[in-house]
């Protein structure tokens, strides 16, 4: 049987390795990937200063190095690469497209300069075409993160790093060299429900009281209501109380730079400067709901203050970006599926041999390891639907990549791909760090030309 997936992310490759390595059937599999660099958000998400993470990419170069697995990076489905082409040179498609666009506050002054979202930054800082020429003035002292999940905590925390935390990471040497003349002296991580309904997690919140040259301060009334456990147990949200507990207990110290972590607010109005720039930020003052389901929504008051701030990142989640020719479930903002099956957002009726995996059939939650079981379970169905699909006759092995190359796309196999990462690497040794990521595709397809 013939498969694409599309997306070289954690859920592209756990999907590959689940169908690779059944004995049942035998499956050759192309990965399609828009950047030249596989991995996703392992390379372009996970934060520079959380390198043992990034270390699962060698499970994924196992399933790359087997003989049915194929990698064609720089291609875009949906430009370079139609639907409909798939569908005639593959038995079944998987899309593991991730979750590329940003979700908004919808709130007056949203797009104004230094206001951006946290994709922006973090695709920055982290070397991502995409975000190569994002435009980050941190000649400001104090910013505001929106979100209380772990992509504010990590935008919080590169933001307040020492430039000798990032120097040994593989951080962009663009976003190094503005992290070094940064100004920033104060962020500010506003949840719009409580500490107890935080989603960060306690390592991560845990690491804020570790870094070298800034401290987390929560005032004691953030915590007012709260019921701090004696021992934490297993729970989350228990952990996470003693973490804030401590923090508002202890008396801040010498470190210049300052994390205040605030609960219950809800930014309202971006306020602008006589340049149009990012000057403050209306917060307004929420209760908290119980629901007849028992989940806890955030209430406006009325009550309403100015922070000021100089910038502003909102961290409050991502959603599928469209794609041409693939169903969107505009409620749920993912690709339309039924349990990993694509299906047609109006008629819910199953769209045969196609599916979705990670982000793009879940929205944005869950941490990586969480993609291979989650990636198996739709290979199940995949092989419960494929029964006798593979005698279904298609174009040769290479018609797509002769196809491709037809349109005068410089297709970027796994190979190439390890001679940028050795690139990358040698790069790195000038700084200590582990790679010194090239950041731009024209620059990446350059290196890779004279082959
Ligand atoms: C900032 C950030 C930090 C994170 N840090 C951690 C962490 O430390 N630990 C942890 O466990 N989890 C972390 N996560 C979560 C983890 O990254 C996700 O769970 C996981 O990457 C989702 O996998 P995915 O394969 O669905 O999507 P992705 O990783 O986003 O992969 C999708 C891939 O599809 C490609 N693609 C998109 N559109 C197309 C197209 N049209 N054609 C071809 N290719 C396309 C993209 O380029 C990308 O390579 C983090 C997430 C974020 C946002
Ligand atoms: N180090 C790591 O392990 C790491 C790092 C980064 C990301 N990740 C993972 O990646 C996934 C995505 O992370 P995430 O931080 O984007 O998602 P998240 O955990 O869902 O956090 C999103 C935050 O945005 C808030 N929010 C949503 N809409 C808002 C609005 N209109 N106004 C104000 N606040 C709003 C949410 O509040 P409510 O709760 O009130 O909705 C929530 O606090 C998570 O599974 C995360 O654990 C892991």
């Not at 107890?196 to 690491?207: D, G, I, N, R, V």
């Not at 041409?324 to 479930?329: E, F, K, L, Q």
């Amino acid at each position: 049987m013939r498969v694409a997936i599309i997306g070289s992310g954690p859920a592209g490759f756990y999907a590959a390795e689940a169908l690779l390595k059944r004995t049942d059937v035998a499956v050759h599999v192309d990965m399609f990937e828009r950047l030249p660099t596989p991995y996703g958000l392992v390379r372009g998400g996970v934060a520079p200063d959380h390198q043992n993470i990034k270390a699962v990419t060698r499970v994924y170069e196992r399933t790359a190095a087997r003989p049915t697995f194929r990698f064609l990076g720089n291609v875009r489905l949906g430009s370079d690469l139609t639907v409909e082409d798939l569908r005639r040179h593959y038995h079944q498609i998987v899309y593991a497209v991730g979750n590329e666009a940003d979700r908004r506050l919808g709130i007056p002054g949203e797009g104004i300069a230094r206001c951006t979202p946290a994709t922006v930054f973090i695709g920055w800082y982290n070397g991502h075409p995409d975000y190569r020429h994002a435009k980050i003035d941190l000649s400001v002292s104090r910013v505001a993160v929106v979100g209380n999940g772990n992509v504010a905590i990590d935008a919080a925390r590169i933001l307040l790093r020492t430039p000798a935390e990032l120097e040994k990471t593989d951080i962009a040497e663009h976003a190094l060299e503005a992290l070094r003349n940064s100004q920033v002296r104060e962020v500010f991580i506003l949840g719009r429900r409580g500490p107890e309904q935080a989603s960060f997690t306690p390592p991560e919140l845990k690491e804020l009281g570790e870094m070298e040259d800034a401290e987390p301060i929560v005032a004691p009334g953030e915590l007012a209501g709260c019921v701090i456990p004696e021992s934490a147990g297993n729970s989350q949200q228990d952990k996470n109380l003693m973490l804030l507990h401590a923090f508002a207990t202890q008396q801040p110290g010498a470190k210049a730079k300052k994390l205040h972590l605030r609960f219950n607010v809800s930014p309202t109005e971006v306020i602008a400067d006589a340049e149009g720039k990012v000057a403050g930020l209306a917060l307004e003052k929420n209760r908290l709901e119980v629901q007849h389901d028992g989940t806890v929504k955030a209430r406006g008051t009325g009550e309403i203050e100015t922070l000021e701030v100089g910038m502003v990142l909102p961290a409050i989640g991502f959603s599928v970006e469209r794609i041409a020719g693939v169903p969107y479930d505009e409620k749920a903002g993912v690709i339309a599926n039924q349990d990993g099956r694509v299906v047609d957002p109006l008629s819910r009726s199953v769209i045969a041999n196609e599916y979705v995996v990670g982000w793009a059939r879940t929205g944005p939650q869950g941490l990586i390891g969480s993609h291979k079981a989650a990636s198996a379970h739709v290979v199940e169905h995949m092989i419960d639907d494929g029964a006798g699909l593979a005698s279904r006759a298609l174009p040769e092995r290479e018609a797509i990549t002769a196809l491709l190359r037809e349109r005068g796309l410089q297709i970027v196999s796994f190979n190439d791909w390890k001679q940028l990462d050795e690139v990358e690497v040698a790069r790195g040794e000038r700084r200590d760090a582990p790679r010194d990521k090239i950041v731009d595709v024209e620059a990446m397809l350059e290196v890779l030309a004279p082959r």
